[in-house]
């Protein structure tokens, strides 16, 4: 049996400290993927302002002839990932996700495996832990997610408080804090 880590680097990981204490009341993406029968709202990526800047979360199936898992990409920019700005400095051309406003908390990291039984070694169970989510708690009690979205579709969830949420986390280990 080999276990194989792909965690993100040390480098995404201070992007999500930068976070904690921030006032968030949007998130802001290109474009939404919306099922009115639940709670959770898909899109290609979703980035988060921070200060005077944007911490961007993407989702990419990664692997190869013997593994695949899915990872995440986190980024720091200007603006929001694929949105641009006019000379006055308005945004134009993206979508958002309004929330209450308030101070982000707590922020927990959660990782998931991928287990693949048959590949080229023959028959030798290869499994590949991921970081999967992370869960953002808010100031006034409320929290969110923004996850993988195991398809090839590539997307990132966002899912809002709730029963989703609670589900979503199920079988999911807790890795990392930040407060």
């Not at 944007?54 to 720091?76: V, W």
């Not at 700005?85 to 996700?97: D, L, Q, T």
């Not at 869960?135 to 029963?163: P, R, Y």
Request: with cysteine; charged share 30%.
């Amino acid at each position: 049996m080999e276990i194989i880590h792909k965690y993100l680097s040390p480098d995404d990981l201070n992007l999500i400290q930068k976070l904690v204490g921030e006032k968030i009341d949007l998130l802001y993406c290109k474009e939404l993927y919306v099922d009115v029968s639940s709670t959770i709202i898909e899109s290609h990526h979703f980035s988060l302002s921070c200060n005077k800047s944007y911490i961007n979360f993407q989702n990419h199936e990664k692997g190869n002839e013997d593994y695949s898992y899915y990872e995440f990409s986190i980024t720091e920019s200007d603006t929001p990932l694929r949105i641009k700005r006019e000379e006055s400095g308005a945004m134009r051309g993206g979508s958002h996700v309004r929330l209450p406003a308030s101070r982000i908390i707590r922020i927990d990291l959660f990782e998931d495996k991928a287990e693949e039984e048959w590949n080229s070694k023959g028959r030798e169970l290869i499994t590949v832990k991921y970081d999967s989510a992370f869960v953002f708690h808010l100031s006034n009690g409320a929290k969110f997610l923004l996850g993988v979205s195991e398809s090839i579709t590539e997307f990132t969830q966002f899912i809002w408080d709730g029963q989703e949420l609670i589900d979503r986390l199920e079988g999911l280990i807790k890795r990392k804090e930040w407060k």
